[in-house]
C-alpha cells in the first residue's frame, strides 16, 4: 500500500537506492516534517526499518498496535531513555535498520536546526554504519485540520555511508551528528 502512495499519489521520486546496504546493521538518520515519514523511507529504502515512536502513540489503541507491528518501539521524548537505546540495538541484532529522525520531533520545514546525538550513540554503541536521508516536501502532505493526505510531490535522497563514531566519547558523537546533519541538508537542498 506504502509504494503505489508514494510513487503514484504522491508522484514520489527516489534517489540513491543504490547507497543502501541489503543486509546487516545500519542505523537510517533523516529529518522529519509529516506522520507519514516511516513508512514513506521504509517504502524508500526497501527493507525493514524500526523506528523510535513518542509513547503516547502506542496508547492510541488502533495506530498503537500497528505502529508496534511495524517495527516501532516506545521512547520517552526529552529524557535519556535507556529502554529506547536498548530497543534500536535489539532491532539491529535482528537484522533490521533502525530509523532515527535526527531532531528527533518533526518540524515545520524539513530542515534540521537542533540535531540530537541518539542516533550516533546507537551507531557508535552497535558499530553501525549511518545512512543519511533526505525528505523533501513531506510537510505538504497533511496539514492541519485534514484527514486526508495531500497529492503533493515528494523527492528522498538516499546519501553516502557515514562511519559510525569509534566512541561513545562526546566530542566524537558531536561530530558525527553534525556530519549527518550536513549530509541531509545538503541532499534536502537538492530539492525535487
Given amino acids: 500500500m506504502v509504494s503505489p502512495t508514494l510513487h503514484l499519489y504522491l508522484r514520489g521520486r527516489v534517489y540513491g537506492v543504490e547507497n543502501v546496504p541489503k543486509q546487516g546493521s545500519v542505523v537510517v538518520v533523516s529529518n522529519h516534517a509529516s506522520y507519514f515519514d516511516p513508512p514513506l523511507l521504509s517504502c524508500a529504502v ?49 537484522g533490521w535498520a533502525t530509523g532515527v529522525f535526527l ?42 485540520g485534514s484527514a486526508i493526505p495531500r497529492p503533493v510531490p515528494i523527492t528522498i535522497r538516499i546519501g553516502q555511508l557515514i562511519a559510525p563514531p569509534t566512541s561513545t566519547n562526546r566530542q566524537q558523537l558531536q561530530a558525527t551528528t553534525q556530519e549527518c546533519a550536513i549530509a541531509i541538508q545538503t541532499l534536502h537542498d537538492l530539492g525535487r
Fill in 46 to 94: 526497501g527493507r525493514p526499518v524500526a523506528y523510535m515512536a513518542k509513547e503516547e502513540l502506542f496508547k492510541i489503541p488502533l495506530l498503537g498496535k500497528a505502529i508496534k507491528l511495524y517495527g516501532a518501539y516506545p521512547v520517552s521524548r526529552g529524557t535519556s531513555d535507556r529502554a529506547a537505546i536498548r530497543a534500536a540495538l535489539q532491532s539491529l541484532e535482528n
Fill in 103 to 144: 531532531e528527533g520531533a518533526r518540524t515545520p520545514d524539513g530542515k534540521i536546526n537542533d540535531p540530537k546525538l541518539g542516533a550516533a550513540l546507537i551507531a557508535a554503541k552497535a558499530q553501525a554504519p549511518i545512512l543519511p536521508v533526505s525528505l523533501w516536501g513531506t510537510q505538504g502532505v497533511l496539514i492541519k
